[in-house]
């Protein structure tokens, strides 16, 4: 957060929760009845499925880096958490539901914009689940 509210760093662009980053308290009174709540840098999303944080998708290898394009549709249209079948689903927020009836040349063309992006490297940290997440917060 800025000044005036959420900036952009070039230098992190797409590259997901930052890896050093603690990760905040969180009331658990606040996620009820199917509210959810994001950070300020919107890479945090905390609701009824637990704590979830934006992937790095970057060109570097901590990212989609060494993905396949295959794997890549899988993960957006499919919503297979890195394109791998029988895998975990991905989380909330990644409105991968939205995605489904994209056609391939449009997902092709992500995958290939995505690939020539400046790698960062960032390993996000995994997600919490929600029995783990009273003990963890």
């Known amino acids: 957060m800025g000044p005036n509210g959420p900036e952009l ?3 992190l662009l797409l590259s997901g929760y930052p890896s050093g980053r603690p990760i905040p ?3 658990e009174n606040a996620v009820t009845n199917g509210r959810a709540l994001m950070n300020e ?18 060109s ?14 899988k993960a957006l249209k499919q919503g297979w958490y890195k394109g791998i079948d029988g895998g975990r689903k991905l989380l909330p927020p990644m409105p991968w539901q939205n995605f ?7 997902v092709r063309a992500m995958y290939l914009n995505l690939k020539s ?3 960062v490297r960032n390993i996000v940290p995994s997600p919490v689940s929600p029995r783990l997440q009273a003990s963890t917060f």
């Open 9 to 11: 760093i070039d230098s």
């Open 25 to 27: 308290e969180v009331d």
């Open 41 to 58: 840098g919107l890479t945090m999303a905390v609701g009824p499925w637990g704590v979830s944080f934006a992937s790095d998708i970057t």
């Open 60 to 73: 570097d290898e901590t990212g989609i880096g060494t993905w396949t394009e295959e794997q890549f549709s």
């Open 100 to 106: 489904r009836e994209m056609k391939d040349g449009d």
């Open 117 to 119: 992006t400046r790698p």
